[in-house]
């Protein structure tokens, strides 16, 4: 498992430092969430996912680290465990290589479109950008990136499926030299035609909301920093609440393995 989930966790990294043109002058990224979850399983998923998006703020300064914590919980956590959700959900039971497929690219829309939602909302409660403004933009945009995110999922895992089924199952990593190159192949190719292509220097949708925003909102909320009351205490409530819910997911887990174990 720890050999594909470095080589999964490379493919996510180089996927979300390369942005493509989206409609409205805006540019979008992928983000991969649902395809760890599918292959990883949530846990070992979201913790791939969270190396990927603290190694982004540590060494590429996107996101940085007063926004971590909400990065964790929109880009990590919400596509992590809703990818798996849909996934699972729309593919059921069912050994069918299609509907498998067609599950992955569910899951990889739909958890894109709920981060977005999540972002809004968080940008609602913060005061920097109106309910009404931010969700409908957000999402709209998203479910347009939504589509490459989920067409990138089921593709990885109709790719997987030919040359390693095993993987959809959640078993054990790369064995062998053949299965090396093909990861390697696997991860590269993809990068080697983003590459040529360049990177979009257009603004994402949430920058190019940000930059939109009136000063009376969030310019001036944003000058304030932590130093505001306000934002410091929305801040911890925010951490709090991620460390309450990863806790809860954590334990409903458990709970499911002990079961069917002692079942």
């Excluded at 966790?9 to 979008?28: I, K, Y």
């Excluded at 979201?46 to 990065?71: C, E, K, M, P």
């Excluded at 497929?101 to 977005?116: D, E, H, R, T």
């Excluded at 190159?181 to 080697?192: M, R, S, W």
Aim: hydrophobic letters at 55%.
């Amino acid at each position: 498992m720890v050999p594909i989930m470095g080589v999964l966790s490379a493919f996510v990294f180089a996927a979300q430092t390369l942005n493509f043109p989206v409609l409205g002058g805006t540019s979008g990224h992928l983000v991969g969430g649902a395809l760890l979850a599918v292959l990883l399983g949530p846990g070992a998923g979201f913790l791939a996912l969270v190396t990927v998006i603290v190694a982004q703020a540590l060494f590429l300064q996107d996101g940085g680290l007063i926004a971590l914590g909400a990065n964790l919980f929109n880009i990590g956590a919400v596509t992590v465990w809703s990818g798996y959700a849909v996934f699972h959900l729309a593919g059921g039971k069912s050994d069918r290589p299609k509907r498998l497929y067609l599950a992955g690219f569910l899951a990889g829309w739909a958890s894109l479109v709920l981060s977005a939602i999540s972002c809004a909302l968080q940008l609602a409660v913060s005061g920097a950008i109106p309910l009404k403004v931010g969700l409908p933009a957000m999402a709209g945009y998203h479910a347009i990136i939504g589509l490459v995110e989920g067409a990138l999922t089921a593709g990885v895992l109709a790719f997987l499926g030919r040359v390693r089924p095993d993987l959809l199952r959640l078993r054990a990593g790369l064995q062998g030299a053949g299965d090396w190159i093909g990861a390697v192949v696997f991860v590269a190719a993809p990068y080697v035609l983003l590459i040529l292509a360049g990177s979009s220097e257009l603004p994402d949708p949430l920058q190019k909301l940000l930059a939109a925003a009136p000063l009376t909102g969030g310019r001036e909320a944003e000058a304030g920093g932590l130093a505001s009351p306000d934002r410091f205490l929305n801040f911890i409530g925010l951490a709090a609440a991620f460390v309450v819910l990863m806790a809860a997911v954590l334990a409903v887990g458990r709970a499911v393995r002990d079961k069917r174990g002692h079942s």
